[in-house]
């Protein structure tokens, strides 16, 4: 199984499709804001949700969401990366609630071959994330600096690192 593309792989205007999609819980939501120190009560307070709020519920917080499409994305898009470069966008659309489940694609804007090292480039991608609805939710763009084949061919080829088993 291919995980994360080299530069020549990439072609502008290709969107990879991230698979499986992943339900929101309200465990999964209070977590990331406990652990990330995002004690708003829009997300962790349903009381104050209902009687205060447009949405009159809690309300998942955005950053968990963008993590969690930048997680799907890795395997299509970045699990061969050398580096994230940039995040050059990122918009909240629409609100996510618990029990909403996320599923996300990427696109491809543009490609770079680097000018100091031609063993890599600069892939230029777009990010969607959207509700079983099909609702987007989330958008954002981003540069990732990837290896071209030369590259992974001198640091251990499609899985570098892997120990060989032996008795």
Same mark, same amino acid.
């Given at each position: ?21 992943? &339900? ?27 009687? &205060?709020? *447009? ?20 395997? *299509? ?18 609100? &996510? ?10 696109? +491809?804007? *543009? ?10 480039? +600069?892939?230029? +991608? ?19 600096? +990837? ?21």
């Amino acid at each position: 199984m291919q995980f994360g593309r080299y530069f020549e792989e990439f072609e502008v205007g290709a969107v990879y499709k991230h698979w499986p999609g992943k &339900t929101v819980t309200e465990y999964d939501d209070h977590l990331f804001c406990l652990i990330t120190m995002n004690h708003h009560p829009l997300h962790l307070d349903a009381h104050y949700a209902e009687e &205060t709020t *447009d949405f009159g519920k809690n309300v998942v917080v955005g950053n968990y969401v963008y993590s969690l499409l930048l997680g799907m994305s890795v395997p *299509d898009v970045s699990g061969k990366a050398i580096a994230n470069l940039e995040v050059e966008s990122l918009k909240h659309v629409k609100p &996510t609630f618990h029990g909403d489940t996320i599923y996300g694609e990427t696109e +491809v804007l *543009d490609k770079t071959p680097s000018k100091s090292k031609d063993d890599r480039g +600069v892939v230029y +991608v777009e990010t969607r994330g959207y509700k079983q609805d099909g609702l987007i939710v989330c958008t954002f763009r981003r540069k990732v600096m +990837v290896p071209k084949r030369s590259y992974g061919e001198t640091r251990g080829g499609e899985q570098p690192g892997r120990p060989v088993p032996h008795e």
